[in-house]
């Protein structure tokens, strides 16, 4: 079975900063998804990122970017130019042929001015 | 807007008594799913469906029953409420399983 790992339960990043997400994942299939959604206070989940394990280039959406490296089957997010919005929850996911989405359980992140 | 509704979006119930929360989609999607988020647990599966009168398990199934007699719907039954049912339950919508998942806004549900 799929397995989706955040390592890193709690992060804390000053404003304006970088900060990484780091998300690792278990699978023998060779085509899959992988996926970043951000759950705010609001408690709306948000897709903020997604990526094809076919493709080699990394996904990108504005200040968001993520380093795929399959043959690690690691997953991280980056979040450039940190804003009070990004806090949230970030949860790490993966989908491949039929099954259904595997959700890793979730890093807080929190935004301090 | 296509869009993906719960209802109620609070509710509290009391042990042993049957609870059907709503879920909704103008998707149009094949795909509904239920969660339930707990601390610590990240979201589990509950319940899938990839069509019209398809329904399977999953992780965390025990206590839960769904039916899909449409596309647009996907209602979650809990058949007797346990403390232990106390959650947030999410439900989303795809339109493949490997595409990506729209959720609902979530149903805060507390079992007395």
């Known amino acids: 079975a799929q397995t989706v790992t955040q390592s890193q339960p709690e992060m804390s990043v000053q404003e304006a900063e970088t900060v990484t997400l780091s998300c690792t994942y278990d699978t023998s299939e060779s085509n899959y998804y992988l996926f970043w959604y951000k759950q705010p206070p609001s408690r709306q989940m948000i897709l903020v990122i997604r990526?094809?394990?076919?493709?080699?280039q990394n996904a990108t959406e504005n200040r968001f970017s993520v380093n795929f490296q399959k043959a690690a089957k690691s997953f991280s997010l980056k979040i450039s130019d940190s804003q009070l919005g990004d806090t949230a929850m970030y949860f790490c996911?993966?989908?491949?042929?039929?099954?259904?989405?595997?959700f890793g359980k979730g890093t807080r992140l929190s935004v301090i001015a | 807007d296509a869009e993906i509704t719960q209802s109620p979006r609070h509710k509290i119930t009391e042990t042993g008594r049957q609870v059907t929360l709503a879920c909704h989609q103008t998707w149009n999607h094949n795909n509904m799913f239920w969660y339930r988020q707990d601390l610590g647990h990240g979201l589990r599966l509950i319940h899938y469906s990839y069509g019209v009168q398809d329904t399977n398990k999953g992780e965390v199934s025990d206590g839960y029953s769904v039916s899909r007699s449409n596309t647009e719907d996907l209602p979650l039954t809990l058949e007797s409420a346990a403390s232990s049912q106390t959650s947030v339950y999410f439900c989303a919508s795809s339109e493949v399983a490997s595409d990506t998942q729209y959720f609902g806004p979530g149903t805060r549900l507390t079992v007395l």
């Open positions: 996911a993966f989908v491949s042929g039929n099954t259904p989405l595997v």
């Open positions: 990526q094809e394990a076919y493709k080699q």
